[in-house]
């Protein structure tokens, strides 16, 4: 019981094994904003883009760039996270020595040198969440696009005489938006998951590498820290979502 009251309360995971006598705690503080800033940005950049193409894509469902941007999105959603950096990691870090294969960082001082090494280091996991999330979104958009596409009330802003633009994003971009809002929230575990993964492959100073670290070490309390660190991020993330959810869709604030 004392255990568990350190632990849920004081947020104290003792010391680490493999870095003995280094606190649990200072080791995750140190990885957690690496983590969440790849996740958010590449969780962001997918969504964001994976809507506009699921837009475009459901909406002008005729044209060819629309099968196009479909086809593709339907050859990346397979593809896991794990196999997507792999081929990322052989093409960029060896075929074509662009990108280091793993993150370098001679000091932490906040200058140029600094932030261009880490914007970098990070584009490869990034690309490797962004690309294979994107094939998700576009699909699942274009998906419900063509569904409210068929709506009486957007068949109407057609007889009304308002331009192809103005019933995408009055009519259309909203009630899409809306569903893929609820969908974030659910697949935030998952994009979570993935960039733990990506991290290992990278060598991404997050806590995916923690985690890897302390199976490897056998560091029982560093793998403890790491994982209720992370559970409690997606709990927290989850919970702002549906928090923000009502702001977003008056039909629910009104209830």
Partial sequence: MGFLKKVFVTGDFGPSLAAYPTPVMDMVRRAVPWTLGLMLTSTLISW???NFIGLLAGFRKNKWYAKILEGMAVFLYPIPYYVFALALIMIFCYVIPVFPLSMTLDNMAFNWSTISTILK?????ALSLILVGL???VIS??????SVVEEDYVYYAKLKGLSQQRIMMRYITPNVALPQITTLALQ???VFNGALITEILFGYPGLGKLIY???VQADYNLIMGTITISIVSI???TFVVDIIYPFLDPRIRNT
């Fill in 135 to 137: 094939g998700w979104w």
């Fill in 188 to 190: 935030i575990g998952g």
């Fill in 235 to 237: 709990t927290i993330a």
């Fill in 48 to 50: 964001l883009l994976g």
């Fill in 141 to 146: 958009t274009k998906a419900l696009t063509t």
């Fill in 213 to 215: 670290t302390g199976i």
């Fill in 121 to 125: 280091n990070s584009i490869l996991p």
